[in-house]
Structure formats: C-alpha cells, structure tokens
C-alpha cells in the first residue's frame, strides 16, 4: 500500500469515525444494545461455575493482581485486563452468548467485559458503555467485511483475532482517546490478535473470548499510554488482511459508516441462542425441532439422521463421541440425538454429569447421526451466517421426514421473545449469589443506559 493510500486507510478511518464524540445513535441501536448487554450478562452469570472459568479465577488469585474492577470468581477487585480475562472466559464458557456477523465473533463476551471493567477503573457512565460497545461491534463489522469468509475458513477464531481489535477500539472510545489514540489502539490489537478453532471442545476455546477482552483493554492503555504502532495494519503488505486471510480482500473494499450507512447492530443484528451449543449446530436443532414438532414418530424406528449444511459448519462440529460438556456443545451428533430425546437443549443437557450418563436413546441415536457438505443456494448463501440446513429422518419402515432451516433460533428473522430472553437470564442466574434478585437485575440491564449507580450491576458480578 502506497503511502498516499496508507493516509485514507481503513484503519485511519475507523479511528476518525470512533473518535466523534458528538455522534449520537438512534434509539433503536441502543435498545439493541441493551438486549445484547442484559444477554452476555445473563451468560456470564451462568458461566460462573464452569471448570475453566475456575481454573482461571485460580490462576487469578496467583497473579495477586490489584486493581479496582470486580471479577466472577472472587470478591476481590483486580485489574482492569485480569477481570476482563476472567469474566470474558466466563461470558463465553458455555457456548451460550451471542453470534456477531459478518466478522464471525462471538462479540458480546469480549467486549462488554471488557467495557464493564474498564468502566469500574475510570468511573465509566452506562451510557458510555453502550455507545462504545456499538462503536466495537461496527469496528469488528468492517474489518469482517473484508476479511472473512477466507478468514474464518482458514481456521482462525474471529473472537480472539478480529475480536481483539474491536475491543480495543470501544476500549479506546471509553477512555475518549483522541483520533490518533484509537488510530494506535487498533494498530496495538492488531499485534494481539491470534486464536486457532483447533481449540473448539477445549477449555482454550472460551479463553479466547478472555483474551480478546484482556488484549483490548491493555490496547487502549497502552495507546492511552504513548505507545504507538504503524498506522495502517488492516490493509497492505504484511497487515492483518494479508497475513490472516490470505491477502485477498473479500467482501466490499470501501467502509461506509454511519450516518451514511446502516449501524452493524441495526444491519446484522447479534445472534442470541436459545441453545447453550456452538452456533453450526443450531440450524440443524431448529429443523429437528420442527419435524418433532410436526411430525408423531418413535424414535425407536429411526434408522438414519443425515444433516445437509455448510462446510464450515461441519468441520466445526468436529466430536462424534464426546466425552466432556465442551465438546458435547462442538458435536452435532450429540445435539442431534439430545433434541430427538429431550427437546430443547437446555444448560444441564452439557453437564459433565448428563455427558456422562446420558439416556440410553441417544446413545443409541449418536451413530446414526450424519453430516453432508450442502451446496447452499444463492438466497442462503448470502445470509449472514453463510448457507442453510436440510435434516433428514429415515425411518427403518423407508418412511424419511425432511425439513429445511435457514433462520436460526435468535437472528433478526427469528428473534428471541421478550419471555424466551428473560426465561435464558433467569436460567443462567439461577442459584447465582449476587445480592439483587435476578427479575430485578434483568430489568435494570434491559434499560441499562439509564441505571444511575453502576455499583448494584458490578456488585452482581463479583464472586
């Protein structure tokens, strides 16, 4: 990239952008926003217990890291980054926070822990919290634009790579850097970018949303610090774009920003799940759902379970057998016989207890269960979430029972109820200590720009 080019970057432009403190969103945007935020909270909440995030709050407690911020596993404060590390893992522990596209991110896990401790160090108001997490999410929205599919499809975790320079930059937007600040936040999150999907299944996988969160708060401090990077390290030779798609430049080469364009919280929404599973499988329990919903059968009778979907989506759901609660949620084997034999999958479906001893029906059912590569059609392809799902039923009678989806459970065509998002957070906080009552703080992150004293939410959230 020539330096004439360099000076109209995108990264230069995504920093003058973020750094216009007059810019106001539409009250649309921000009540977007607080379903998202009462969301991650609610999955937080329910993370709390997860081994991995106890190991984590063990590894804290060692680094004896002092600070002013509340973290899940303790009640007492540390640094900003090390309750964002440790409540990041949390947020994203049982695979139940939402999905971001088009970056592919598992975006709300990263950045409102992230946000939230920030906000504890610097005094941080609600509203300035929000207006920073929609300022991360369109970050992370452009950058995706133009790095994904191949991005993701190489294999790396857009939560930990792409995730890290959207935090930074809301990071930045909280500490209300100058244009040159952010500028230097991205360039530093983009040196902390990294994550392999190698680690689905494993206790690493939600670390990564820890990760993001931790490197984008030490970005923005470090920014806020004097620390400066090259100014353009979205595009050109050896930046984020060459080293980490490829080189190529999928999707579209110019960023336009609001108000000239759609905010990336009003044009691709947040994904919330009803199911506590990786993503990929979600459209194939939607259309298991229907036909069991549709359809009076025993499961006795099944002979064949095949699942048409998209490649990506396979090879994410990569554990034919698990053998843990985390690689259950990466198993659509697993997800497939749980929703023929219980229903709607619920958190203690992925227990290590139920792993263990799951009913025999599914055990039964787990070897029946195949996936096919799905030519997506042109209408599916261009969905934010890349193609659809065709399940297939064989019965040993010939009989075969098919259903296609293509909205998942929670997107924008298919959004959560208002009852369905209070039934998740209350599930989530349920047996949770945290000295308010669950109804009373779901009500007050659901109008959470206009909650006064932050202490009451933050306190929720301490060990």
Not at 49 to 74: H, K, M, P, Y
Not at 155 to 174: F, K, N, P, Q, Y
Not at 256 to 280: N, Q, R, T, W
Request: aromatic share 8%; net charge negative.
């Amino acid at each position: 990239m020539s330096a004439a080019n360099d000076m109209n970057g995108l990264s230069r432009r995504l920093a003058a952008w973020c750094a216009d403190y007059d810019r106001c969103f539409p009250a649309s945007s921000v009540e977007r926003a607080h379903t998202a935020i009462t969301d991650v909270v609610g999955c937080l909440l329910g993370g709390r217990d997860d081994v991995v995030v106890i190991n984590a709050g063990r590894f804290l407690r060692a680094a004896e890291s002092a600070g002013r911020a509340g973290v899940i596993t303790q009640q007492a404060t540390v640094g900003a980054p090390w309750a964002a590390l440790v409540n990041g893992c949390a947020a994203h522990a049982l695979d139940f926070d939402d999905n971001f596209f088009p970056p592919v991110t598992h975006a709300s896990a990263s950045l409102v822990p992230a946000l939230f401790a920030l906000a504890e160090e610097t005094g941080a108001d609600a509203a300035a919290i929000v207006h920073a997490y929609i300022v991360g999410l369109e970050v992370e929205a452009q950058i995706g634009k133009r790095m994904n599919p191949s991005h993701y499809a190489s294999g790396w975790h857009a939560t930990s790579t792409i995730g890290a320079i959207g935090v930074a930059a809301a990071c930045a937007v909280l500490l209300r850097l100058n244009e040159k600040g952010v500028l230097h936040a991205i360039s530093i999150g983009s040196s902390l970018a990294g994550g392999s999907k190698r680690q689905f299944g494993s206790m690493v996988k939600p670390m990564h949303a820890g990760f993001a969160a931790m490197h984008g708060v030490l970005a923005a401090r470090l920014a806020a610090s004097g620390i400066t990077g090259v100014e353009e390290m979205l595009q050109g030779k050896w930046s984020l774009s060459e080293l980490y798609a490829g080189g190529t430049q999928d999707g579209d080469s110019a960023a336009s920003l609001f108000p000239h364009a759609p905010l990336a919280i009003d044009e691709y929404g947040l994904v919330a799940k009803l199911y506590p599973s990786c993503m990929s499988s979600h459209l194939g329990i939607d259309a298991l759902l229907g036909l069991s919903r549709e359809h009076a059968f025993d499961i006795k009778d099944i002979a064949a379970i095949d699942l048409h979907m998209p490649a990506f989506m396979i090879a994410n759901l990569r554990y034919r057998q698990p053998e843990s609660g985390a690689q259950a949620r990466f198993s659509m084997n697993y997800c497939a016989a749980l929703t023929l034999v219980e229903g709607v999958p619920r958190m203690a479906h992925f227990s290590e207890e139920f792993v263990a001893r799951m009913p025999v029906a599914m055990r039964q059912l787990l070897p029946l269960v195949q996936m096919h590569e799905r030519q997506a059609s042109a209408q599916a392809a261009a969905l934010p979430w890349g193609g659809d799902c065709q399940a297939r039923i064989t019965f040993a009678d010939g009989r075969v029972l098919e259903q296609v989806s293509m909205y998942p459970k929670g997107c924008a065509q298919n959004p959560l109820s208002e009852p369905e998002q209070r039934e998740k957070f209350l599930d989530c906080a349920h047996g949770k200590p945290m000295g308010i009552g669950a109804e009373a703080l779901f009500g007050m992150l659901k109008g959470f720009s206009g909650v006064h004293a932050l202490e009451e939410v933050f306190l929720a959230l301490r060990g």
